[in-house]
């Protein structure tokens, strides 16, 4: 990521948020529930947000477990037409598919950077910000994912590389995420990843919510973002 | 359907503010013995969702009835704040309304203190019962979901709006700004 950018993103125009969460069966109980909770928040910080009748954000949420998929509601879709109460994670995907995850999200990114990519003032629109949350560690059968995380963090939109925010979710004992891989998945600011463990079911809630709002399109401000919620009375250590 | 939420206020200004002069709203030109008086706004340049102006500008040339010749507010409310439009109209009302009435043996400093401190009540009255609409939903903008709506009104971002009074006793001009439009709280006498 470039620290030298001469980007100047204008609040008004719209962000894409990609959400991208772990469905699988480790997940099932308080943390489903916690990151349901989060992604409703999130939207409906973004709805509140949004400049009149203008959604100021687009959602796309991605769950996984054996197979990556698109929920109903969030297919890029501008937050003001988005039910929230139809969004929800259960933890009933099976094993964690991490690689057919990025796969799918390189694929949808791709289609959306190509719609904005006439965009007349591409220097004021933001980057699409990626969050990416996980307990587990990928399932051996599914491939590595380090591949498809190389080809997602190549994307770029006005010569800038999307920017890519990691989970990793160890609540319970028997929680192991892969924090290695999900470091390497992370962007990078100043040599540092994006890359956030959370240690209480409510702390993932309100990490997506702030993450998933904040509108940051910078690493740096991504980073902030990470710094605030790590200092915060909700973060993971002070719970 | 939100227009009606300010009916009451502004309203009751109209009425106390017609006793001191000739109300100009949005766009009005008048002049005094020595000055000319502009005001207008707009809604700009179009925003891709943009429908309404949240801006308002208000003046009223005074009928001798005051030392007030002339006065104008200015209120720019903030675009992603909910129902600024009306935070902004209400502000400007309100604002006028208590210059005229505030007693003119009080420093015109203190004048505007007290006009700024009754606008800001004025806007607190709306949220107060903005905070009793989490159910009924009488003042929900259309595209907005219910959700997003009581999220806002708990969050308290609503009548979001800056303020500039400005007004001429016919010897000083005076200023009084709050918001992003100057600084903080400024009063600057002119001449």
């Known amino acids: 990521m470039s620290q030298t950018s001469k980007r100047s993103v204008k609040p008004n125009r719209q962000q894409l948020v990609v959400v991208i969460g772990d469905n699988s069966g480790s997940m099932r109980g308080l943390k489903a529930e916690a990151a ?73 990114i791709s289609e959306y950077l190509d719609e904005i990519a006439e965009h007349p003032q591409k220097a004021k629109h933001p980057l699409p910000l990626v969050i990416l949350f996980s307990d587990g560690r990928n399932g051996d ?31 319970k004992d028997s929680d192991n995420p892969d924090e290695h891989t999900l470091k390497a998945i992370a962007s990078h600011y100043k040599g540092t990843p994006l890359y ?3 240690e209480k079911a409510s702390a993932l809630s309100v990490f997506l919510a702030a ?28 719970m | 359907m939100s227009a009606e939420i300010d009916a009451d206020i502004i309203g009751k200004s109209k009425e106390r503010v017609s006793q001191y002069g000739i109300v100009y709203e949005n766009t009005a030109h ?49 675009g992603s704040s909910l129902l600024s439009q009306i935070g902004s109209r209400v502000a400007t009302w309100v604002a006028i309304t208590s210059l005229f009435e505030s007693s ?38 259309a595209y907005l979901p219910a ?24 010897r000083s001009i005076f200023i009084a700004s709050v918001g992003d439009s100057g600084a903080l709280k400024t009063y600057v006498t002119v001449i």
């Open chain 1, 36 to 108: 349901t909770e989060g992604i409703r928040q999130m939207i409906i910080e973004c709805m509140s947000r949004s400049g009149g009748e203008e959604s100021l954000y687009r959602v796309l949420f991605i769950s996984f477990g054996d197979r990556a998929k698109i929920d109903k509601q969030c297919r890029r879709t501008p937050v003001l037409e988005i039910d929230t109460d139809q969004i929800s994670l259960r933890g009933d995907g099976g094993g964690t598919n991490l690689r057919e995850a990025l796969e799918l999200a390189h694929s949808e």
């Open chain 1, 141 to 171: 059968n599914f491939g590595r994912p380090e591949a498809a995380a190389e080809q997602l963090k190549e994307l770029q939109y006005d010569a800038q590389p999307i920017l890519i925010l990691t989970a990793g979710v160890a609540v």
């Open chain 1, 196 to 198: 956030v463990p959370i």
């Open chain 1, 211 to 238: 993450a998933g709002s904040s509108a940051a399109s910078t690493a740096g401000e991504v980073y902030e973002v990470i710094k605030g919620f790590l200092e915060g009375p909700s973060s993971r250590r002070l």
């Open chain 2, 30 to 78: 008048f002049s005094t013995d020595s000055q000319r008086v502009s005001l207008h706004t707009c809604i700009g340049p179009p925003q891709p969702g943009k429908s309404i102006n949240e801006d308002a500008v208000l003046g009223v040339k005074g009928n001798g009835t005051s030392a007030i010749e002339w006065v104008c507010a200015i209120a720019d409310g903030v």
């Open chain 2, 104 to 141: 003119e043996r009080t420093s015109p400093r203190k004048r505007a203190d007290i006009a700024i401190a009754q606008t800001l009540a004025a806007i607190r009255t709306l949220g107060e019962t903005l905070k009793e609409d989490v159910s009924e939903l009488r003042y929900k903008p």
């Open chain 2, 147 to 170: 959700p997003a709506y009581r999220h806002i009104i708990n969050r308290q971002t609503c009548f979001q709006t800056t303020l500039c009074l400005v007004w001429s006793d016919h």
